[in-house]
């Protein structure tokens, strides 16, 4: 063998070495991965029941319903399309009506979406990336909340006032 043969053979031994490695990490993710679908996604696209995905949206105003030993029903939607979630656990502490959520589960065969996980989100500006794609893809993103003036209020004291600022 020549030597420019014996680059061309190490390098095609490493590229099938590679290709295997990379195919058997995504063969052992397959199971990990989760996708994620707004309601109007469940509602135009046919899931299949028993396939584990992240549902986002917003928890629809009435809808929570809570039930003995921890298990809860509510209705996420994208202002387009709602789909029914139960789960059993405990509830995040923010988790309310008209506030985003990312339910992680699984569709059942009639329809209702049986949740394992559920997050909420955690202060008064943040929505989960997927969720606030998902309502600017429907038309019902309003934004982020801007103060007057593009600046946010100055801190005050628990009495009202501004606090003084140290001088060092």
């Known amino acids: 063998m020549t030597r420019k043969q014996r680059r061309l053979m190490l390098i095609g031994v490493c590229g099938a070495v590679l290709a295997v490695a990379l195919g058997l990490v995504l063969w052992a993710m397959r199971g990990t991965i989760v996708f994620f679908r707004s309601p109007s996604e469940i509602a135009s696209q046919a899931v299949a029941p028993g396939v584990r995905f992240r549902l986002g ?4 105003e ?3 319903q809570r ?3 921890g298990r809860v029903a509510f209705v996420v939607t994208d202002n387009g399309a709602t789909v029914p979630v139960r789960y059993q656990g405990l509830l995040p502490d923010l988790f309310r009506e008209g506030q985003g959520v990312v339910a992680e589960g699984m569709l059942e065969p009639g329809g209702m979406f049986r949740a394992d996980t559920v997050l909420a989100k955690h202060d ?37 006032e501004k606090p003084a600022l140290r001088q060092q």
């Open 62 to 64: 009435g809808s929570v």
């Open 67 to 69: 039930g003995p030993d």
């Open 57 to 60: 949206g917003l928890v629809q």
């Open 124 to 160: 008064e500006t943040y929505m989960p990336r997927e969720v606030a794609d998902a309502l600017k893809k429907q038309g019902h993103w309003q934004g982020e909340a801007k103060h007057p003036g593009g600046t946010a209020p100055a801190p005050q004291t628990a009495s009202g």
